[in-house]
């Protein structure tokens, strides 16, 4: 069985400044591994994913999430966040052979003007 | 394109009563899903389907109960509701393995 584990309940950061949500995985198998993104009162929207090839995958509004084997890491990066990135963002993983998410407990992040 | 849609919204159930989480999805996607999400605890996987005719569960499936008669619809059913109930409910759909979910908006259910 495969588990999640974001080490941030709460990032707060300031606009404009660079932010890391970090994300480690535990699995004996291979794995795909995803992000997603919460705005409030709403479902979860697919941000972006680790399927195989380049270990660096982008999303189309400036998130990038750099996928590290040997770290069993997911970590999510932005160089500079708008008001807009407030939201609660999942890390989740699941297993090549099968369709089921295993989700992390989510990090809320702030962004402040 | 509708995408998934869940209903009701809002929900408030006494201890004991019954009720049906309705999800329906338009995109011929083979596999469907019910998760709930509690504050600081994530997502957790209650049951599943990966076609027609074919559920399992997943994490925490005690108290509920599905069934998949069509692609298109996947209810969810809670017996005898508890206040360990009170959560919100999100379905979701995957065409496979590897293409990430589209979710629903969710349904908040309170139990008192």
């Known amino acids: 069985a495969q588990s999640v584990t974001q080490l941030d309940s709460q990032v707060p950061v300031f606009e404009e400044a660079p932010v890391e949500l970090r994300c480690n995985y535990s699995?004996?198998?291979?794995?795909?591994l995803f992000w997603y993104v919460q705005y409030p009162n709403q479902g979860l929207q697919l941000l972006l994913k680790y399927l195989s090839g380049s270990t660096l995958v982008e999303s189309i509004n400036g998130f990038e999430a750099e996928f590290n084997k040997s770290q069993t890491s997911f970590h999510l990066r932005k160089p500079s966040v708008h008001i807009s990135d407030t939201a609660e963002y999942f890390c989740?993983?699941?297993?090549?052979?099968?369709?089921?998410?295993?989700f992390g407990e989510g990090t809320q992040l702030t962004v402040n003007p | 394109n509708a995408g998934v849609t869940q209903t009701p919204k809002f929900r408030i159930l006494k201890i004991g009563q019954s009720m049906t989480l309705q999800c329906t999805q338009d995109m011929n996607h083979n596999y469907m899903y019910w998760y709930r999400q509690d504050p600081g605890m994530g997502l957790k996987l209650i049951y599943y389907?990966?076609?027609?005719?074919?559920?399992d569960k997943g994490e925490v499936p005690n108290g509920y109960n599905v069934s998949r008669s069509t692609t298109e619809d996947f209810p969810l059913r809670l017996e005898l509701a508890a206040p360990s109930q009170t959560s919100v409910y999100f379905c979701a759909s995957s065409i496979d393995r590897g293409y990430g979910y589209t979710f629903g908006s969710g349904t908040r259910l309170t139990v008192v």
């Open positions: 699995s004996s198998v291979s794995v795909y």
């Open positions: 389907s990966v076609g027609a005719g074919i559920t």
């Open positions: 989740a993983v699941s297993e090549t052979s099968g369709s089921r998410l295993t």
